[in-house]
């Protein structure tokens, strides 16, 4: 099913107090959907419904950490008490750690893991069963990353998550068709979102290079809003992935074409990310 239209369906998008989320919590916003938006940061969550509900649009907030599975559990319950199902599903939220493998630590792990992947299967199995059981189909948007099909060194923890995720969405994929619920892995590249400031950087210079990274990601990072606009295309277009960006676009084709030459530009990206 392709969801051109979004005027009063139900969008729901985790991770929506900052940079994508947000960006695409307002786009739909104008697009006339209601909102059901979640984030574990409150006090971004409640500015994002804020700003929802002053271009006039119905939004339910609950501030809910996605790797907790009894919160998600509350959540849905919630959700379901106010609406029969949500017609679209953005497993959004999501942490980073920047840094290679080997500097990479345990907790590092754990968080990432429990974040960027439970997190989104957290979302599937408490709203897709409603979605298929109405039967009249839906969309679901898992945001992994370009990072989620190239492999991204001195990203390498946040690079294995965001193939998880990229893998999941693709059996997803199969797997809903039949109940015409489709399924995207929304794969941005660099984007201009304060993610890079709140995940922790490791290893030599970490300092140094965090604010190389930073400000590689302020110069060439693309805006949200246009990670958003990529979103709400593949959900109207029903596509299986949807690269956003330049640099997502040029290793996504090199991944499929010359993946020696994806890895070869992969490596130049981090080069040059982390000197700025
Ligand atoms: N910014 C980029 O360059 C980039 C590139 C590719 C993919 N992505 C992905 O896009 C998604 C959004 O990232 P962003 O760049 O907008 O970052 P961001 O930091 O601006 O926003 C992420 C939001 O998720 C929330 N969040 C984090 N952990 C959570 C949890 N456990 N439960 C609930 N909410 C949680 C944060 O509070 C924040 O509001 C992430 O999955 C990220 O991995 C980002």
Known sequence: M???NLNGKVVLITGAGSGIGRATALLSAQRGAILVLCDRDEAGLNETAAA???LGSEVFAQTVDVADPAAMDEFADAVHARFDTVDVLINNAGIGVWCGLLDT???DWDRQLAVNVKGVVHGCERFLPRMIERGRGGHVVNVSSAAGYMAAPSMSSYSVTKF???GLSQ???ME????KIGVTASCPGPTNTPIIRTGPVRGA???ERADNVLSFFQRTGARPEKVAKTILRAVARNRAVAPAGFEAHALYYASRISPPVGRWIAVRWAV???KG
Do not use: G, I
């Not at 809903?176 to 109940?179: D, L, N, T």
């Open 2 to 4: 392709k969801l051109k």
């Open 52 to 54: 929802a509900r002053a």
């Open 105 to 107: 630590r345990p907790e």
């Open 164 to 166: 998880a995720v990229f």
């Open 171 to 173: 059996v997803l994929r």
């Open 176 to 179: 809903m068709r039949p109940h």
């Open 205 to 207: 210079n970490a300092e």
């Open 272 to 274: 040059m990310a982390n």
